[in-house]
């Protein structure tokens, strides 16, 4: 159980504890905000006498993440099993005190520097007014002395101000170096409790996440390990293979399923920080193979991907078969992704969820097809029901997988379409093409709902300069009758779209009904040749698999 205790320090405790690295400042703290003028009011109030709120600290000998400087002053970390006061509540004001005294110039992260060495005491200044300013335009030399100059400058230099000033700068500096900063010690709380202390502090601020709290934890000097690094590493080489987008929730969830089949906060939370170091290594190369696999699958950037989540049972099947599937274990594998991102299955309870998955991966790599307790619904009738575009929706990320997997040309010239994930980010982005043009046919189908137009069934994925400069709002009939000119390969590239014989699909008469349902047709008999026959409640599929991978 937690215990709070007196954590009051005085001027000179305060000091030598931060310079000695017994009080910081956990990285899971906000950046610091405070301009000079809002740090000069603090120190102003502390020459009053005026309180300034209460620190709070968790004192524990848990090596963190820390800040390791302020300004340019270098800060200490602690040496192994040694107890530290991270500070929860009060980062700002501490930092405002310690860069004031020390004059130190503090860097925003958008390049603005702030000089506190600037901050003054006004000697000529009463009770009524502000001992502290940071403007000495006017003022007379020996009637304001920088501050970090009254708290640690020697005897001589303060002696060399007029008669008049002495007594006030001996009582300023009485009162700076008795002033008691007010304190509670949080003792004996793990970091769990640590961080909904901090958050329960900070309820104007945002909640801290997960992977920022493990950033903390995880952080080990001696051994060189910074989570954070780690993962903008990871984030480095993943965008080269155009799956930079995968999150840090999912890059834990990795870890901890590896260490114990297990994804949730709590259980994350729970695992021991060197095992967490001493698997991370192992972690990132199987979710890279992970990566590796479902880019030659044919999930070719992860903004496709129906759910980031996938990354995490990918990732253990590696975990335990270290080499590309085949056969029938690459079928099972296929067939997984495809229950799971057309049966909504990480659309919530995504932890328990997981886990349960990992008993059916586990089944995979013994070769074996899982049960599942799900169903999904590839008819015809339904991807037209549900099949209104939106990007938010895995049932329409895992047709636009198939759609990816095709390896859709382009249909000026039968070149492979560049599909990019900055292209990729909403309904609207650049790759996706309606091919009966939304404009068209709201002219030419008035009374038709947009839905039914705006559909899954009605996009294509192509080229950004083809959609916006070669096809426009013109009617199919008219830009493939342009392309047919142009593209001996016309009709290869039409059926990489999954869109049949032009008259048969009625694109030479601009019939979007008769398109609407072939199109149906059509991508309905691509996933049953992708899903293995299973009956699950309403689930019936009708695809013979063999041994070959076939």
């Known amino acids: 159980m937690a215990i709070l205790d007196n954590g009051d320090k005085n001027f000179a405790q305060m000091v030598l504890e931060i310079e000695s690295g017994q009080v910081k400042i956990p990285q899971f703290q906000r950046k610091f905000v405070w301009d000079i003028k809002a740090s000069a009011k603090l120190i102003d109030s502390i020459l009053k006498g005026y309180p300034i709120g209460t620190f709070i600290y968790w004192r524990t000998n848990e090596q963190l993440r820390s800040v390791r400087n302020i300004g340019n002053i270098n800060l200490p970390t602690q040496n192994e099993g040694e107890f530290v006061n991270y500070v929860l509540d009060g980062q700002q004001r501490l930092t405002s005190i310690f860069a004031a005294i020390k004059g130190v110039e503090i860097e925003r992260e958008e390049g603005k520097k702030e000089d506190y060495s600037k901050i003054y005491v006004d000697l000529e200044a009463d009770e009524e007014k502000e001992y502290i300013i940071t403007d000495i335009v006017g003022k007379s030399e020996k009637t304001f002395i920088q501050l970090k100059y009254l708290v640690s400058s020697d005897f001589k230099y303060l002696a060399s101000f007029p008669d008049e000033m002495q007594e006030k700068l001996t ?155 085949s056969g029938i274990m690459l079928k099972y594998l296929e067939d997984f992704f495809w229950r799971c991102s057309l049966g909504y299955r990480y659309s919530s309870g995504t932890e328990n969820k997981l886990a349960q998955d990992a008993e059916k991966i586990i089944k995979i790599v013994n070769n074996e097809l899982p049960k599942y307790e799900w169903s999904i619904d590839i008819s015809e009738q339904n991807i037209k029901l549900i099949g209104e575009f939106s990007t938010s929706k895995s049932y329409i990320k895992g047709l636009l997988c198939l759609y990816a997997m095709n390896k859709p040309k382009s249909f000026n010239n039968n070149l492979d379409v560049r599909i990019d994930n900055a292209w990729l980010k909403i309904a609207t982005s650049k790759n996706y093409h309606h091919f009966f043009p939304k404009a068209w046919m709201k002219k030419n189908y008035p009374f038709m709902d947009e839905s039914h137009y705006n559909h899954i069934l009605n996009i294509t994925i192509v080229d950004d300069f083809l959609n916006k400069n070669k096809i426009k709002d013109k009617p199919p009939s008219k830009y493939i009758e342009e392309f047919s000119k142009e593209n001996v390969s016309l009709r290869d590239s039409l059926k990489s779209h999954l869109i049949g014989d032009v008259n048969e699909f009625g ?29 699950t409640g309403n689930d019936i599929q009708i695809e013979n698999i063999d041994d070959d991978g076939g």
């Open 171 to 325: 009582n300023l500096r009485k009162t700076l170096e008795g002033y008691i900063f007010k304190g509670v010690n949080l003792k004996d709380a793990n970091i769990d409790i640590a961080t909904e202390v901090f958050t329960r502090l900070n309820v104007g601020g945002k909640e801290l996440t997960l992977f920022e709290i493990m950033v903390a934890k995880t952080y080990d000097a001696i051994k060189n390990f910074d989570l954070s690094e780690n993962y903008d590493h990871l984030i480095s080489r993943l965008k080269n293979v155009d799956y930079e987008t995968i999150s840090p929730q999912v890059v834990l969830q990795v870890v901890s399923m590896l260490l114990v089949k297990n994804v949730t906060r709590k259980e994350i939370l729970k695992i021991e920080k060197q095992d967490f170091i001493n698997k991370w290594s192992h972690a990132i190369s199987c979710l890279e193979s992970a990566v590796d696999f479902l880019k030659s699958f044919g999930v070719q950037v992860s903004r496709l991907l129906p759910y980031n989540a996938l990354i995490v049972p990918f990732s253990l099947f590696f975990d335990k078969h270290p080499n590309k599937p």
């Open 507 to 535: 694109i030479y008469k601009d019939n979007y009904e008769l398109f609407f349902d072939k199109r149906a047709e059509l991508i309905q008999n691509e996933l049953r040749k992708r899903i293995i026959e299973q009956q």
